[in-house]
């Protein structure tokens, strides 16, 4: 008998996979659990057999028909799977069948089985659970380049990040207490306001019952913070601006809050302050790629001491992508909601 091919798992690889798919944009109920045929990898790809798919806010964007997949992406949602290797595409360099990793997608992590670009993927850091580790990659890579390669928080500097709680916030006030930066975080209630600092925030602010601004300016002396991560936007844009320090940067990801604001340049200028913004899907292989190495670096090993740790709110089975995405659409989680196989 001829030796099993050591780029495939020796195994017999199912023609078809269960797989979630958005029959029309709308609530939850509109993704349902369909037959789909198992992909291939291509060169640079690898076939993963997913055990777990974190569940995030473009998804949810996605269902309602406001964020179309990138052209040629399946139309399977999921931006971030964990799970294991069972056939590697030509030119994925180190990765082998049986390897277990987490990786970022542009879309199809909703699914039993995902091709994953390999510069994208990511070794399960030690200690951490398939479900843990599907959390890791699209808030983790989001954090990492908005917060520290576009605004370049430094140690010593103050961050203030809006949304404490949810994936990306949870994930941020982490990232930034270990980089060395003091936090703010704002947070809907009283529970949401504790997770914050017991995550590593200095301060976590009720934006239901107290001003951000305020609170912000009185704890800095009037200083105001050095970097904002505003998923909200809309209203927020001026008052982030209220309590931007001199050289301060705002970076934008979602516009939860509207996509439009009314901002004063006069104070832009004098205080010489920034405001961009960026979205992570469509952004190369490589350039997605280069995040993931400086995450294997500078955060790995965080996450390997256990000074970091994803935040799991539930988990539902893949079948039940409706419930799961009916617990998002509530606002009520803290941390992240997982699909599993």
């Known amino acids: 008998m001829p030796p099993a091919d050591i780029n495939e798992i020796p195994e017999t690889m199912p023609e078809t996979m269960n797989a979630v798919e958005i029959v029309e944009p709308g609530g939850p109920e509109v993704l349902v659990l369909a037959k789909r045929p198992v992909p291939t990898p291509k060169d640079g790809e690898l076939l993963v057999k997913v055990a777990a798919a974190g569940i995030n806010r473009p998804d949810v964007l996605q269902r309602i028909g406001g964020y179309s997949p990138p052209l040629g992406v399946t ?6 799977i964990a799970g294991t290797v ?6 994925a360099g180190t990765w082998k069948v049986g390897d277990d990793l987490c990786a970022l997608l542009a879309g199809g992590g909703y699914a039993e089985y995902a091709v994953v670009p390999a510069p994208q993927a990511l070794p399960i850091p030690n200690g951490l659970s398939m479900v843990e580790a599907a959390a ?9 380049t ?35 930066a003091t936090v703010f975080a704002t947070a ?6 504790a997770a914050c600092i017991d995550l590593g925030a200095s301060h976590a602010i009720n934006y239901k019952s107290e001003d951000f601004v305020e609170v912000v300016n009185s704890k800095t002396d009037g200083g105001g913070v050095d970097v904002i991560l505003d998923m909200v936007a809309g209203d927020y844009i001026p008052r982030d601006f209220e309590c931007l320090a001199v050289e301060g940067r705002i970076v934008i990801i979602a516009f939860l809050g509207g996509s439009k604001a009314e901002i004063s340049f006069g104070g832009l200028m004098v205080k010489r302050q920034s405001l961009m913004g960026s979205t992570l899907r469509p952004q190369s292989v490589e350039a997605k790629g280069r995040i993931a190495e400086a995450l294997l670096k500078n955060i790995w090993p965080h996450i390997e001491t256990g000074a970091i740790k994803p ?24 941390g992240k909601i997982v699909l599993t196989n």
């Open 136 to 144: 890791l990659p699209e808030t983790f890579f989001t954090v990492w």
């Open 86 to 91: 069972v056939k590697v595409g030509a030119n």
């Open 311 to 334: 935040v799991i709110d539930s988990t539902f089975p893949l079948n039940d992508a409706a419930k799961a995405h009916t617990r998002i659409d509530s606002a009520d989680h803290i």
């Open 146 to 180: 908005n917060v520290f390669d576009r605004a370049r928080l430094k140690s010593g500097e103050t961050f203030l990040v809006h949304g404490g709680s949810s994936g990306i916030g949870t994930t941020a006030i982490q990232m930034a207490r270990v980089m060395g």
């Open 188 to 193: 809907g209630s009283t529970e949401k306001c």
């Open 75 to 80: 139309d399977i949602p999921g931006l971030e």
